[in-house]
Nanobody
Framework: QVQLVESGGGLVQTGGSLRLSCAAS????????VAWFRQAPGKEREGVSC????????YYAESVKGRFTISRDYAKNTVYLEMSGLTPGDTAVYYC?????????????????RGQGTQVTVSS
């Protein structure tokens, strides 16, 4: 079964850290660029970060620059999003998505595979 599965979400206090994982099954992520998106209640989904399949290009939204780091482990077929300095404004459902291109993009529907999301809640 071809799918992306996010994990690592949870409840954390302001200033805390979390590491989200996006694991692929049924296909190899090595030829896919992978992005993280998030959607907070009542807000539109926004692009957070992206890494090209060659890992030579990364993108971060201004709101997370310097706090979030995206990386990938080809052997584990997994992409990670390390989040630190979390604030209540980071509370959202986080989704990962993969596209068969060596190019990042922040249009969720433009990705070939999309996960079901993992909840991140930051308490004040």
């Amino acid at each position: 079964q071809v799918q992306l599965v996010e994990s690592g979400g949870g409840l954390v206090q302001t200033g805390g850290s979390l590491r989200l994982s996006c694991a692929a099954s049924g296909f190899g992520l090595d030829l896919y660029s992978v992005a993280w998106f998030r959607q907070a209640p009542g807000k539109e989904r926004e692009g957070v970060s992206c890494i090209s399949y060659s890992s030579d290009m990364t993108y971060y939204a201004e709101s997370v620059k310097g706090r979030f780091t995206i990386s990938r482990d080809y052997a584990k077929n997994t992409v990670y999003l390390e989040m630190s300095g979390l604030t209540p404004g980071d509370t959202a459902v986080y989704y990962c998505a993969a596209r068969y291109q060596n190019l990042c993009g922040m249009y969720f529907e433009g990705y070939d595979y999309r996960g079901q999301g993992t909840q991140v809640t930051v308490s004040s």
